[in-house]
């Protein structure tokens, strides 16, 4: 079977001029808020800075050495931590496909959110990104987060 066989009218490819990186791609960070709240999450939920942070430690590996050499000493200077307008957009869209809901000013996965969470932690999928959540688990807590940002 070709592929003609599967459309009734003629199609065409058209080349595009740049590569989209997938960070910018809404699905792709959608997929990296639904591993944020499950790996560093409390319950599958988190505060809206808390997916900051985490969505920031996960673009390079000195951002994580940045959040592990701070780990919330005071003497030390604050991570600058980047927010991205673009993580808004994407939580709206979640939500409104119900795959997160707001609670108590948190973001949490509804059961849909669980189960996309549960078969993305199975797959060889957001490898590195994984692991920078896992060695930042323990400093990603809110009340360093709001350590973070507030600087109390």
Same mark, same amino acid.
């Given at each position: +079977?070709?592929?003609?066989?599967?459309?009734?009218?003629? &199609?065409?490819?058209?080349?595009?001029?740049?590569?989209?990186?997938?960070?910018?791609?809404?699905?792709?960070?959608?997929?990296?808020?639904?591993?944020?709240?499950?790996?560093?999450?409390?319950?599958?939920?988190?505060?809206?800075?808390?997916?900051?942070?985490?969505?920031?430690?996960?673009?390079?590996?000195?951002?994580?050495?940045?959040?592990?050499?701070?780990?919330?000493?005071?003497?030390? +200077?604050?991570?600058?931590?980047?927010?991205?307008?673009?993580?808004?957009?994407?939580?709206?869209? +979640?939500?409104?496909?119900?795959?997160?809901?707001?609670?108590?000013?948190?973001?949490?996965?509804?059961?849909?959110?669980?189960?996309?969470?549960?078969?993305?932690?199975?797959?060889?999928? &957001?490898?590195?990104?994984?692991? &920078?959540?896992?060695?930042?688990?323990?400093?990603?807590?809110?009340?360093?987060?709001?350590?973070? &940002?507030?600087?109390?």
């Amino acid at each position: +079977m070709s592929i003609e066989e599967f459309f009734d009218f003629p &199609f065409t490819f058209t080349k595009r001029k740049d590569f989209t990186p997938c960070d910018t791609r809404p699905l792709w960070k959608a997929s990296l808020i639904i591993l944020i709240l499950g790996v560093v999450g409390r319950n599958n939920s988190a505060s809206l800075q808390k997916i900051h942070v985490a969505n920031w430690v996960v673009k390079s590996a000195e951002h994580l050495n940045s959040i592990l050499e701070w780990q919330g000493k005071e003497e030390r +200077m604050r991570p600058n931590v980047r927010l991205e307008p673009a993580i808004d957009h994407v939580l709206n869209f +979640m939500i409104s496909n119900k795959i997160l809901e707001k609670e108590n000013g948190s973001m949490c996965l509804t059961e849909l959110g669980v189960e996309i969470y549960q078969e993305l932690d199975q797959e060889n999928v &957001f490898c590195d990104e994984k692991r &920078f959540l896992l060695e930042s688990k323990k400093y990603l807590s809110e009340a360093a987060v709001k350590r973070i &940002f507030e600087g109390v």
